[in-house]
C-alpha cells in the first residue's frame, strides 16, 4: 500500500529509519489515519484480540468526541510522537527483548531494514491507562481541528 499523508508524504519514506507515531495510534502529519495494533503499541506482547478490542474502542470514543465538537481532523503533534517513541524504546531498554540478535520484532526479518525495537513492552494494562488518560484530557497530544 502507498499510503500518503499531507503534501504527498509517503509514509514508506517516513518511517524509512522506523516507525514513529503517538501511541501506537496516529502518525503525525498523516490526518485521521489511525493504526490499529501497530508499532508503538502492546500488539503482538499481548492478547491481540484484546488489543485490537482496546484500540477499536478508543478510536471509536474518539471520533465520537470529534463528532460531538463539530471536529473533523485529528493528528498526532510531532512532540507527542517523539516522546511516544522515547517511552517505547525507554521501556523496551528495561527488559531483554531488545537484544534479540534475528527477530522481526526488530525488523531484522528484512534485508537492509533499521533495527528498531517495535512493540510497546509497558504492558496492556499501563498502555490502557496512558491512553485512557490521553483521552481524558481531551485527546491531549493530538492537534483537533
Known amino acids: 500500500m502507498d499510503i500518503r499523508g499531507r503534501n504527498g508524504a509517503a509514509l514508506k ?23 490499529i495494533t501497530g508499532p508503538g503499541s502492546p500488539s503482538v506482547l499481548c492478547n491481540m484480540p484484546v488489543a485490537i478490542e482496546q484500540h477499536v474502542d478508543w478510536i471509536t470514543d474518539c471520533i465520537a468526541f470529534l463528532h460531538a465538537r463539530g ?19 525507554e521501556v523496551a531498554n528495561r527488559t531483554l527483548l531488545p537484544m534479540a540478535t534475528h527477530s522481526w520484532y526488530l525488523g531484522a526479518n528484512i534485508p537492509g531494514k533499521p533495527r528498531v525495537f517495535m512493540p510497546y ?8 491507562e496512558v491512553c485512557e ?10 492537534a483537533l481541528s
Open 13 to 35: 519514506d517516513v518511517w524509512e529509519a522506523g516507525p514513529r507515531n503517538y501511541l501506537g495510534l496516529q502518525v503525525a502529519g498523516f490526518p485521521n489515519l489511525f493504526t
Open 71 to 89: 471536529l473533523e481532523r485529528i493528528e498526532a503533534l510531532p512532540d507527542s510522537v517523539a516522546n511516544w517513541v522515547a517511552e517505547v524504546n
Open 121 to 128: 513492552a509497558g504492558g496492556m494494562i499501563r498502555y490502557r
Open 133 to 142: 488518560d490521553v483521552a481524558r484530557g481531551d485527546y491531549a497530544g493530538f
